[in-house]
C-alpha cells in the first residue's frame, strides 16, 4: 500500500473580458499621446490624477479635464530591496509618493537616476517617457520619474498630501 | 435600544506558515470547536452564524461561507458572510454582536479565518489588472513611504520600530497560538535583518500564517445564566468607520477615519483618557511602526508623541502601565482574515482573565483594534469586566 | 430559541430604490461607473445626501470583477466622507440590507444606504460559479450552476411536482410581465408551447427556464420610523425579515422542498401575519429570486403562496439577474410596487448558493403593523 | 469620450491551489486512489444513524464531529439527474453525460459525479450505478480516480 493521500491540486483558470471604463480610459488616451490629464471635481474642485471617474470624497461624477505638466515632488517614498513575484526592476529601487504640479493627490511612481540614499521628501522631479513611437494608452509609457535639478520643495508645501 | 452583549466563548487555532494537516472546514471547526467548548454550548445551542475572511482568492472558493455552513452547525440557522479587507476580523464580530444587540438573537458564533497557504498570499492580493501600472513594491511598499512620512512628522528616531519588533516576538513566545517563536529575537537581530521597504526591515514586518479564531457572543440573559465559571466579557462599546483609499488631502498617517472611530467607541464606553483608563489593548500592527502611529491616532498619547510611550516602555507586557499586543500581535501571526477578529478575542481573554502565561493582572477594560484596505477601514471595541 | 418573529421590530422601512438599467453586457463603464448614477439617484428621489446616512452596506463578490477587495473602489461612487459608519458583505445586496435593518433595530440610527453591484457579463458565469462549490468534493469537477438547477429540476419531475410546461409557462409569464418594466432585461410575449421549441441546455432545463447573463446595479434607502414618513407619503414598512441556510451537500439535501425559506417565512411573520384560516398567505404580490424557472415552484411552496398572488410582476430574474443584485432588487421591487400604491403588502425573497442552499424573506406593507391598504 | 474608446483587454485569473486535506478528506481521496469508496458513520438529529458520503469531518446536517469510516458501495443508485449534451471545460467526460447524485450501497446521503450512459434514454432516477475506475497505475487520489459511474450492466 503506498503512502496516505494528504493534499489534492485544484488548479483554477478563468478568463475575463476587462473594462477600463470611461475615467481610466481618458486618462490612458492622454497618455498615449505624452499628456498626464486628471480631473477636477465639480463641487470641491480638488484635481484627480489618476482620474477615477467620480471624486471619492463627494461621490459626484468628474468630468472637468486638466492637462497637467510633466513635473512633482517626491511627498515621502520608500527603498524597495525584496524581490517578489512579478517584479521587473532590480532592487534596490526607490518607489515614491509623486505629486504633479497643479494635482491635488499624489501617485506612487518609480524614481530613477539618482542613487536610493540620495532621494529626499521634497525633491522635485520630472516623468521620463518612453520614445514617442512606443506611446501608447498604458502606463508602461511612462518609464520612471527622475530628479529634474530644482530645488527641493519645502516641507509645508507637501506635509498635508502625507 | 441596543441590548447588552458578551463575549462567553472563545477559541483559536495554532498559527503557521501552513497548517498541512487540516481542510479549510477542519481549521475553522478547530477553532469554533474550542470556543464552543469555551461557552460549555454544543452546535445546536447557536442561533446565528457569522464569518469573516479576507478576499476568496485565497482559498479560490467563491463565497465559501455556502460550503462551510455545515462545518460550523449553521444548517437552518442565519449565516453572514463580511469582507471589510484587514478588518473584517474585527468587522465580523461586530456584526455578529450586532444580532445580538439588537435583541435578535441570544447565541451567535463569529467566526474568522485565513488558509492563506492553499495559495500564495502574495498573489491573491496583487493580481494586477489590465492597464494598471506594473507592480512596483507589494504590501510594504503602500505602508513604507506612510510610515517615513510618520518618522519625519514626528521626529521619532529610528530604533522605535525595532523595539516594537522585539518587544512584540518576546511577548509572543508567552503565547502557545503564536505563529513566530523567535527564541533568541534581539535588538541587534531585528535591526541587523534585512531592509526590505526602507525603512521597514524583515522582521518588523508580519508572518504570513494559516489559522482561525471565533467567539460565542451571548445576550445578557444568556451570559447572566453561565454556568462554565468563566466571567463574560461585557461590550462596552463597539463601532466601525471607513474613508475612501485616497483623497486630495487625505491624512494617511493618522486617518480621520481611525480617529473617528476611537472617538466613537470611547463615548459608548464613556472613556476620556485612554490611557488611563483602559488596562490592555491588542492592536493591529502589521509593520512595527504602526505602534506608535497608532498610539497617537486612538489617544493614547498626543500626536506626535506615541513614539515616546514605546521608548519608555509602556507598551510592553512587563513593566508597561498600557501593555499592548501580548499575545504578539499581528507581528507575531498573521492569518489575514483572522487578525482583527484575534485582537478582539484576546482581549475578551484578557478580561476574562484566561490568557494564560501573557496574562495582564486586574484587567477591567480592554480595547480591540483592527484596520484594513489602505488604511481606511477600522473596527474597534472595548470589553469590559463589569457590566456596561 | 424564540422565534424571532415574537420579538419586538422596530418599524423601518424602504423609502428609496433605484437600479440601472439591466442589459447583457455593460462593457464601456466599469463598476464604479455603473453604481454612481444609481446612489445619486435613489438619494435625488427622496432630497436626501449621503451625508444623511447613518450607515452604509454593500454586497458584492470579486470572482465577477476577478479582483480582490472590488468593493473598496465602489466606495468611490458613495463618497464616503467624512468617515462614514461602513460595512460589506461578499453576499448578495439582500444580505447587506438584513445587515442594515439590524443595525437600525438599535434605535440609534435612522437611515442606512444600502447597495449592491454586478456585472456578470465579464465571464463565464457556469465556470465562475462552479468556484462556489465544495473545494474538495465538487469545484473540481467543474459542476455548473446549470447543471445543478437541473438535477433540482429532474427531482421535482420524478416526483410529480412539476413538469417542463410548468417550466416553460413561469418563463412565458415573466417574460410578458417585463414588457411593464423599462428595467428589464428579457421582454417577450411568448406563449409557453412555443418556449418548449428551445433545445436543453442541461435537460430538463431549456434555454427560457435559465436566467440571462445580466450587469447592473441597485441601491436602497431604508429609513425608521418617523424618518420614514417624513422622508416619503408611503414608506414600504418591512414588517418582518429573516434569513436561513441549508447544508451545502446535494445529496443530503430534498432537492424538491426548500426549508430554509420556510424558516425565514416563519421567522419574518409572513404566516402569523398572513397566512389565512386555509394556511394560504394571500398578499398582494411576491417577488420571488428563483433564477431558475423550475425553482419557482419551490419557493411558492415553502411561502404557502395563495393562487391569487402576483408573482415577480417585475419579470423577476428570469427577465434580469445581475449577479449580487438581483436578490437586494426582489426587495427593491417589492417596495417599489408599495411605495407607489399598487400594493398594500408583499413577499421579497433572496436566494444564494447551488439548489436555493440559503434563502432570505422580507415582508413588506404599507403600514408598520402590517396590514396593507 | 465615445464608447468606442473605452478600453478592454482579456484578463486571466490562474491559480495552482494546492489543497491540505486533513485525516478525513485525506482517508476518502486515498481510498478512492486503493478503489475503494468511503463513508462516515453518523446520526441525523433524531440520533437516527446515517452514512454520510463522501464523508466531512462533520455532518452535513447537524455540524457534529463523524464516527469511523467505513467502505460503501461500489455500486449505489441514482437520485436525481441531468443530461448535459454538450460538456464544459474541465467536467468528467469530453462526450454527453449525465450528471448525477448517487447513493452508494450502505450510504444515506448521495454524491455528485458524471454518469457514463451513452444516452439520456438509458438514464432514470432509481436506476443502478457501478462505479468506473481508472487504471489504478493512473491513480493519484483526486476525484477522477473514479473515472465516473455506469449503469449496472453496461460494464
Known sequence: MSEPVTTLPTPMRVEYAFTAGLAQSRYLQGIAEGKFIGQRCPKCHQVYVPPRGSCPTDGVATTDDVVLGNAGTVTTYCVVNVPFQGQSIEIPYICAQILLDGANIAFMGLIQEVPPDQVRMGMRVEAVWVDPSEWGPTMTSVKYFRPNGEPDAPYESFAKYL | MAKRCAVVGVGQTKCMAKREDVSIAGLVREAATRALEDAAMDWSDIDAVVIGKAPDMFEGVMMPELYLAPALGAVGKPMLRVHTAGSVGGSTAIVAAHLVAAGRFERVLTVAFEKQSDSDAMWALSVPQPFSAPLLAGAGGFFAPIIRAYMRRSGAPDHIGILVAVKDRLQALRNPYAHLHIEDISFDMVKDSVMLWDPIRYLETCPSSDGAGAMVLASERVADSMATGRPPAWIHGMAMRSEPTMFAGRDQVNPQASKDCAADVYAQAGITDPRAEIDVAEVYVPFSWYEPMWLESLGFAPEGEGWKLTDEGATALDGGDIPWNCSGGVLSSNPIGASGMLRFLEVAMQVRGQAGDHQVDGVRRALGHAYGGGSQFFSMWVLGADKP | MSPASSKPVRPVAVVSVAQSRSVRREDHRNEVEILMPVVTEVFAKIGVTKNDMGFVCSGSTDYLVGAPFSFVSALDAVGVWPPMRESHVEMDGAWALYEAWTLLQEGELDTALVYSFGRSSPSDLRRVLALQLDPYYLAPLWPDPVALAALQAQALIDAGRATEGDFAAVAARSRRDALGNPNAQVAKDQAPEELLADDYVVAPLRRHALPPITDGAAAVVLAAGDRARDLVERPAWITGIDHRIETHALGARDLTASPSTALAAEEAGVFERWGSGSGAVAVDVAELHTPYASQEGVVRHALRLADSVAVNPSGGPLAANALMVAGLLRIGEAAQRIMDGSAGSAIAHATSGPCLQQNLVCALAAEPDGKGS | ?155
Open chain 4, 1 to 155: 469620450m465615445a464608447e468606442s474608446d473605452v478600453l478592454r483587454a482579456p484578463h486571466v485569473l490562474e491559480y495552482p491551489y494546492l489543497r491540505s486535506l486533513g485525516p478525513v478528506l485525506g482517508a476518502f481521496f486515498t481510498g478512492l486512489r486503493d478503489g475503494r469508496i468511503l463513508g462516515a458513520r453518523s446520526a441525523d438529529a433524531d440520533g437516527t444513524p446515517t452514512v454520510v458520503v463522501p464523508p466531512t469531518e462533520y455532518d452535513p446536517a447537524t455540524g457534529r464531529d463523524v464516527g469511523e469510516l467505513i467502505e460503501v458501495g461500489p455500486g449505489g443508485v441514482v437520485t436525481t439527474w441531468a443530461w448535459v449534451s454538450e460538456p464544459l471545460e474541465g467536467q468528467p467526460l469530453d462526450r454527453p453525460f449525465a450528471w448525477a447524485l448517487v447513493r452508494p450501497d450502505g450510504a444515506t446521503t448521495a454524491m455528485l459525479h458524471a454518469v457514463d450512459a451513452g444516452s439520456p434514454e438509458a438514464m432514470a432516477s432509481g436506476m443502478r450505478v457501478v462505479p468506473r475506475w481508472r487504471p489504478a497505475e493512473a491513480r493519484t487520489g483526486t476525484l477522477l480516480d473514479l473515472a465516473c459511474f455506469v449503469p449496472e450492466g453496461a460494464g
